[in-house]
Structure formats: C-alpha cells, structure tokens
C-alpha cells in the first residue's frame, strides 16, 4: 500500500481511539459543594455539602454525548444550628442511615450550545434522594480546562472539567413529609452545584 494510501487511515484511526475522557469528581482539597436552599414563611435554611463523588464522561469534541452519575453523601449534608442538624439527620427527614447517597444520573443533554472551552445544555437523568427516584431535566454548564489540573492539584498533570448546575425539586415528591411542617421547612429545595472533576494524564 502507497504512503499516500496509509496517511488517510492513520488519521482515521487516530479519530476512532479519541475516546472521550473520564472526569473524577472526588475532590482532594475538598472543595467542591453542593448548597439547598428552603424558604418557608417562618424560617430560612440553607445548608451545604462536600461529600461529593462521582464520575463523568466528557468529549472535548462533542459535549452533547456528555453522560456520568455525581453522588453525594446525605451525612455530609450540614446546616448551622446543631439541632435542625441532627433533625434533618434523622429517620423523621432524610433518614441519612437508611439512603446514604443522594445521586443524579445525567442519561443525555438537549439544547447543547458550546462557546470555545465551555457548553450550556440540560440535562436529563435520574435524581435519587430519600430512597425515591426521578427522572428531571437540569440546566448545566460545563468549562472544559485543558491541561489546567496542576493549577488547582499541585504535582498533577491532566484536564478540569467544571460543571456549575441550579435547581428546584420538591420535597414532596421524594416521601419527605408530604404536606407537613411547612411553615418552618419550605416544600420547594433550591439546590445548586459548584464542582470540579479531574482527568489526570
């Protein structure tokens, strides 16, 4: 076979092993968080989390086909009155003992929209919380950063993949005290998510 032949299927192969990369949403430095927001007539709260795992599968060279599952762990969950703590905690709400993880399973992306290193797109997958699972659509952003790694790890080298997403769910539909309490706890849980993944090299 003529070199002139070879060059085309050498390019061909190389497009084929272009495997889109997997992104470790376990952070080192702990600094990926997840915050909920409830407001209710007669109490605001508002909490975070940082026990945050997971893994996503991401293509520079088509967003679209974006998939991964991102796991965050119920006990990680804080707010800052030690009582309302300890309650959200327990059998009565969350019951973190019973259903340690809470999930969301992105399964494709709609309305994909990429602007250089970063897309905009919603998401659809399965959200798990309390034992009950849902499939709803969220809105993300996800900020390719090539070669960035060792700038927020020191001494390693590879890719960040940012995702920032904000979201309702209700309470409600996860078996949380269905129509109870909610003068003090809203119905309505405005989450938002703040992580970074790693793909190191």
């Known amino acids: 076979m003529k070199l002139i032949h070879i060059i ?4 061909l192969a190389t497009a084929v092993y272009a495997a889109p990369q997997t992104f470790d949403f376990k952070d080192p430095k702990g600094v990926n968080n997840a915050i909920f927001k409830l407001d209710a007539p007669l109490e605001s709260i508002n909490g975070s989390a940082n026990g945050i795992s997971g893994t996503v599968s991401f293509d520079p060279e088509n967003p679209g086909a974006t998939t991964g599952k991102i796991v965050v762990t119920t006990a990680s969950l804080t707010v800052p009155n030690p009582m309302q703590n300890t309650h959200m905690q327990s059998d009565k709400w969350l019951d973190a003992a019973k259903y340690p993880e809470i999930t969301f399973e992105a399964k ?3 309305s994909v929209k ?5 897309t905009t797109a919603d998401a659809t997958g399965t959200f798990t919380l309390h034992g009950v699972s849902k499939e709803i659509t969220v809105p993300v952003k996800l900020t390719y950063l090539k070669d960035k790694l060792s700038a927020r790890v020191p001494n390693l080298n590879g890719d960040l993949l940012v995702i920032r997403a904000n979201f309702l769910i209700n309470r ?3 078996d949380i005290n269905k129509g109870q309490y909610e003068d ?3 119905p309505t849980i405005d989450l938002s998510l703040a992580i970074a993944g790693a793909c190191a090299k």
């Not at 085309?8 to 390019?11: K, Y």
């Not at 990429?114 to 970063?118: A, C, L, Q």
Request: glycine residues 6%.
């Open 8 to 11: 085309p299927l050498l390019s």
């Open 108 to 110: 494709s992306l709609a």
């Open 114 to 118: 990429t602007d250089g290193n970063v």
């Open 172 to 174: 409600e539909d996860f």
């Open 184 to 186: 003090k706890v809203s």
